[in-house]
């Protein structure tokens, strides 16, 4: 049973800095994608960045490029999402996700930007809120 659960959350002024934690369990390879996605109020969900558990390969949306940094735990299973310089239009709700690798036989394709597409993923956490204002 895939389990994803998100922390890290909390008001922020602009400028400053938070991390994210989405804590993984259930997979039963380690062939998988986990990918950041944000939700503003009244606004489309967008992917932020994704990153492969088995060879950290990241992407990274380009509204973010420069001041986020996702990285992972594999000894934890446990991916962060380093936000800085953080402005009031990064505030959104965060959602952690997860999706396996597409694979043919025993080969597993490699990770893409196709992975920044809420699609692609069938696993959701329940969502962290970051509130950027002073």
């Known amino acids: 049973q895939v389990q994803l659960v998100e922390s890290g959350g909390d008001l922020v002024q602009p400028g400053g800095s938070l991390r994210l934690s989405c804590a993984a369990s259930?997979?039963?390879?380690?062939?998988?994608?986990i990918g950041w996605f944000r939700q503003a109020p009244g606004k489309e969900r967008e992917g932020v960045s994704c990153?492969?558990?088995?060879?950290?390969?990241?992407y990274y949306a380009d509204s973010v490029k420069g001041r986020f940094t996702i990285y992972r735990d594999n000894a934890e299973n446990t991916v962060y999402l380093q936000m800085n310089n953080l402005e009031p239009e990064d505030t959104a709700v965060y959602y952690c996700?997860?999706?396996?690798?597409?694979?043919?036989?025993?080969?597993?394709?490699?990770?893409?930007?196709?992975?920044?597409?809420?699609?692609?993923?069938?696993?959701w956490g329940q969502g962290t809120q970051v509130t950027v204002s002073s």
């Open positions: 996700a997860g999706a396996y690798l597409y694979s043919s036989g025993t080969y597993y394709y490699p990770l893409s930007p196709d992975y920044l597409k809420e699609t692609e993923y069938d696993y």
């Open positions: 259930g997979f039963p390879v380690d062939y998988y994608v």
């Open positions: 990153i492969s558990r088995r060879t950290g390969t990241t």
